[in-house]
C-alpha cells in the first residue's frame, strides 16, 4: 500500500505528495512592512517549515510573519536562530520509518496515540522474548530469544518526545485516529557539527516531498535511505546476508516513502499495563538517580553518552498534566513549564517547552524571552498576539488561530490576549531551561524597580508609579479578563499627575 494510505499530505500548490510532507523555508525583507496572521500565507497538512540558514548571515528584518496550514505560507526569521519544523500526519497502522538526524528535535503530539522506539548507542536490548528448545526426547534443552530490541514507549496526546541528535529512532499509529505531531528542530544546537541545515539519514524507505521555499521557487526533494550509496556485495558481506537482501536494504524500487503502511499492524513486545505501572513507580523512585545532566556537568567535563543511567532515561513526558502546572489561576488559565528540571533528558537536547491554557478573554503579562528563541504553535481557540523588537517597533500584530505557527526571537517582547473561546498553545523554546521576565503582576520588572525610578522614568507621580507596579496584586503569568484599575483612580487623571523630582 501506497505511504498516502498511512499518512495525509497535500500543498495547496503542488498538490499530494507521495511522503507526506511538504516544505517550506524562510525569507528575507528588510523594507517590507509588518504583518498580521489575516494575510499571511498557509500551508496543508503535513508541512515542513525552515528557519535559520547561515549563521554568518546578516539579518535585518523588521517583520515577523505566521505559518498556517491551509494556504502556501510566508514567515521571516529576523534573527537567523536556526529552526525547522515538520508536521506529521501518521494514520492509523501507519510507521514512521527508522532514521537518525543532525539536530536535536522535540515533539509534541497534537492528537492521536501510538508506540515509538529510541536505539540509544551501546545500550542493551532490555525487551526479550524468549522460547524453548526441545530435544526429540521432549527435554528442554536450551533457552533462545525469538526477538529482543531496546525499550518501546507508549505516547499519547499531550506528550513531549525528546529527539536527542544521532539517535535512531521511529514513531507507529496503533489507534483508530491519525497522530498528528509536530517535529521542532534546533539546527543551531551545538550537536549538529555539519552545515546549519536539517538533514535525516534514513535507515530505511526513501524522502520524496515538496518543498517551498519563501522568496524561491516550489521544488521537489528525494533522498534515499543511507544503504543506498553502499556497493551491494560490500554491503551483503559487511552484514551477513545475500545480495538480494542486500538490495531489498537499499529500497531502491520501494516508493512508499517515510510513512508505510503496515497490513496487519506491527506486532510488538511490549509490557502488559500492569508491568508499565510498576516500570513508572520505579522510574519516579529513581528520578534523581536517572540522568544527572547538569549543565555544569557537560560544561566541565566530557560525556560519553555510554552511561548506565543514560540507557534508561525517559524520553517522553505529558505537558498536558494539569497537576504539573506550575501556575494556575482558576479566571484566567495555567501555565506549564516542561524543563530540564521536571525532565532531565531535556539538557541532552538543550530545548524546553511551555504549555499555556488561556481562559475566555484572559491576557498574558507582556514578557521577553531572556536566554531562548521561542516557536509558537496555536492548539485551540484563538489569540491576539503583539510581538515588540529592540527599536520598540510593532513587527507582529495579529491573531493565531490553530495550526498556526509564529517565532518569538529572543529578548522580543510579546503580549497575548486569548478571545472569546480562549485558546491553547505549545511553545517550543531553544534552551533547556529557557527562562522569561514579567513586565507586569507578581515577579515583575516593574515590581523590582523602586518607585521612584519608574516614576522618573515616565515621568509620572510616585502615587501613579505605586499603581504600575501593584495594580496586578498577587497575579502572576496569566490575568483575569476586563481588568478595571481601581486601587489609584488617579493614573488616569493626567491634570493631577506630577512628576518625581
Known sequence: MASGDASNSACASTGASPAGTTAAGIGHSASAPKRSASNALVPHEATIVTGGGAKTKEVDINELEVYMKEKPIRWVDPTGEGTFVIRRVIQPQG??????????AMVYIIQGRGFMGLTFPGCPATYQQQFQEFSPQGQSQSQKFRDEHQKIHQFRQGDIVALPAGVAHWFYNDGDTPVVAIYVYDINNSANQLEPRQREFLLSGNINRVQQ??????????????????GVELLSEALGINTVAAKRLQSQNDQRGEIIHVKNGLQLLKPTLAQQQEQAQAQAQAQYQEVQYSVEQQTSSRWNGLEENFCTIKARLNIENPSRANTY??????ITILNSQKFPILNLIQMSATRVNLYQNAILSPFWNINAHSLIYMIQGRARVQVVSNLGKTVFDGVLRPGQLLIIPQNYVVLKKAEREG??????KTNANAFVSHLAGKNSVFRALPVDVVANAYRISREQARSLKNNRGEEHGAFTPRFQQQTYPGFSNESESKTSE
Do not use: D, H, K, W
Open 423 to 428: 485558546c491553547q498553545y505549545i511553545a517550543i
Open 213 to 230: 521555499m519563501y522568496g524561491r521557487s516550489i521544488e521537489q526533494y528525494f533522498g534515499q535511505n543511507i544503504f543506498n550509496g553502499f
Open 329 to 334: 489561576n482558576p479566571r484566567a488559565g495555567r
Open 95 to 104: 510507521l514512521l520509518v527508522p532514521r537518525y538526524t543532525n539536530t536535536p
